[in-house]
């Protein structure tokens, strides 16, 4: 089975710190993705890569930015955290689209900022 | 996928009944389609998937249905349990891109 694994379940961090989360997948998938979950939102995409060192926008990328240096890991980071960046934040990984595979996701970081 | 709104749908079934969750997406090109289920605190769950090329495909107790017709996709439950309880998502894709719908939740009566 595939695993994707979130490094924090639960993380609280102040108004302008730097926050890391951190994502791993253990089945040499190509494609990686953040995903913030907010109630009556949905999940909405923040940033992809389908290999090491790219990177896409998602349909909300602003205050976010990753790094891909390793095709298992994908972080998500956030430059300076706002209270509005308080949210559930779920990584997927994927096989290349082609192969028409589902994302498989992490169980998440649930974050507040203060 | 569904209208997001604040207020998930939510379906309530007996236990041993037979749940049907229902879908409209939204880009008649899309040409793959997925359920998830999300229990709470855990990150969404693969259940299954099915290409625009069929129309009906079947799992361990689960089956999907679609109409590309009306745009609709269903998931079906069999002899719903207790463990069934969750949020249900639909996603489509078409290229890239994976649009997930708002979700049901649905709950189920001992």
């Not at chain 1, 028409?100 to 970081?109: D, R």
């Not at chain 2, 939204?26 to 289920?37: G, L, T, V």
Request: aromatic residues 10%; charged residues 20%; proline residues 3%.
């Amino acid at each position: 089975d595939v695993k994707v694994t979130q490094s924090s379940r639960y993380l609280v961090k102040r108004t302008g710190e730097k926050v890391f989360l951190e994502c791993v997948q253990d089945m040499d998938h190509e494609n990686m993705f953040w995903y913030r979950q907010d109630p009556g939102l949905g999940l909405r995409l923040i940033y992809f890569s389908y290999d090491v060192k790219m990177k896409e926008k998602g349909d909300i990328p602003e205050g976010y930015s990753v790094s891909r240096e390793k095709k298992e890991r994908f972080s998500l980071i956030l430059e300076s955290a706002s209270t509005n960046q308080t949210s559930m934040y779920l990584c997927a990984s994927s096989s290349p689209t082609g192969n028409n595979s589902p994302l498989h996701f992490g169980n998440g970081t649930r974050l507040t900022v203060t | 996928g569904e209208s997001v709104g604040l207020h998930l749908p939510t379906l309530s079934v007996q236990e041993g009944d037979n749940s049907i969750i229902n879908c409209a997406y939204s880009n008649s090109a899309s040409d793959y389609f997925i359920w998830y289920k999300q229990e709470s605190g855990k990150g969404p769950q693969f259940i299954i998937d099915i290409r625009s090329n069929m129309d009906k495909r079947q799992g361990q107790r689960v089956t999907v249905l679609l109409n590309k017709t009306v745009k609709h996709l269903s998931l079906q439950i069999a002899a719903t349990q207790p463990g069934d309880s969750a949020v249900y998502f639909c996603a489509e894709r078409g290229g890239f891109k994976t649009i997930f719908g708002a979700g049901t939740r649905l709950f189920v009566k001992a």
